[in-house]
């Protein structure tokens, strides 16, 4: 079976992007993603992936590795795969590090470790922490640090537990991508999303999904220094809310950034 067979069956299974995702198994499979022939062994390979991907698992699962922020970064069910939406989180908080060093950073809801990753390269002399709930994400966070060579220090806890969040002061940056989908969005989701865990994705029971927001705020804002930034990726209906509620807790500069889609993506604010 040629490579134009494995599309076929993507296509048949109304799998889209068929071919490129034929393109990324064969690369994946045989280091050359325009391989002519599969030797039997790499065709057995190849069928098993495209079964996968006919019943809606993510390409990135079955990869077992995406790229973010020019990391390779190592995903599998578990573990919620990094989006390209989520670059502008960290380009933000670059951005406001500019010319600043030795720099305190904690990463919220690390998942993958995607951020916290992505930051401590591009800041290698920033103290940069990491914190989820999941031990399955910790273990691929650990495994793209130690892939990546860079020392984050990762911590197994609950965002949400107090007395956890009172051993940490003075962080110049606290970034986070919490879970914000709402329960009406999460019954309507993409098939492939249906694969991620909802621990990654739901924000909470109540309507908005802004309930890490509001939990996470009120039990880290202490944790910051004055004038240290609290940057937060964002549903794109949830701008005012956030806005709103940072400013209620004495975060000012607020500022709301958007995404390559035009749609806000991110909400920033310095702690008075
Ligand atoms: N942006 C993700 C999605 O649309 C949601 C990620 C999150 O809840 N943090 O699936």
């Not at 045989?30 to 809606?56: I, K």
């Not at 807790?249 to 950034?257: G, L, M, P």
Request: hydrophobic share 35%; charged share 25%; glycine share 6%.
């Amino acid at each position: 079976m040629v490579n134009s067979e494995f599309v076929r069956m993507l296509e048949d299974a109304g799998i889209p992007d068929a071919d490129f995702d034929v393109r990324c198994m064969t690369e994946q499979i045989t280091g050359n993603r325009f391989a002519p022939e599969l030797h039997p062994e790499q065709r057995n390979q190849m069928l098993d992936m495209v079964q996968r991907r006919m019943q809606g698992e993510p390409l990135q699962y079955i990869l077992g590795e995406w790229e973010f922020y020019g990391l390779r970064i190592f995903v599998g069910k578990g573990v919620l795969i990094p989006r390209p939406d989520t670059e502008i989180l960290v380009d933000t908080v670059l951005d406001w590090c500019k010319g600043k060093s030795g720099l305190k950073v904690l990463d919220l809801c690390t998942g993958s470790g995607c951020i916290a990753l992505a930051l401590k390269k591009h800041l290698p002399d920033a103290d940069v922490s990491a914190v989820d709930t999941s031990e399955t994400a910790l273990t691929y966070a650990r495994k793209n640090a130690e892939y990546h060579h860079l020392d984050i220090e990762i911590h197994h806890a609950d965002v949400l537990d107090k007395h956890f969040a009172k051993q940490f002061h003075d962080y110049d940056v606290i970034v986070s991508n919490p879970p914000y989908l709402t329960g009406q969005e999460m019954q309507e989701l993409q098939t492939e999303v249906r694969h991620e865990p909802a621990i990654a994705l739901l924000g909470g029971s109540d309507e908005d999904g802004t309930y890490f927001y509001r939990k996470i705020t009120s039990i880290w804002k202490d944790a910051i220094k004055t004038g240290g930034l609290l940057a937060y990726e964002i549903g794109w209906k949830q701008a005012e809310r956030v806005s709103e509620l940072l400013n209620s807790h004495a975060f000012r500069q607020i500022q709301v950034i958007q995404d390559y889609e035009q749609r806000d993506r991110v909400v920033t604010g310095e702690k008075i």
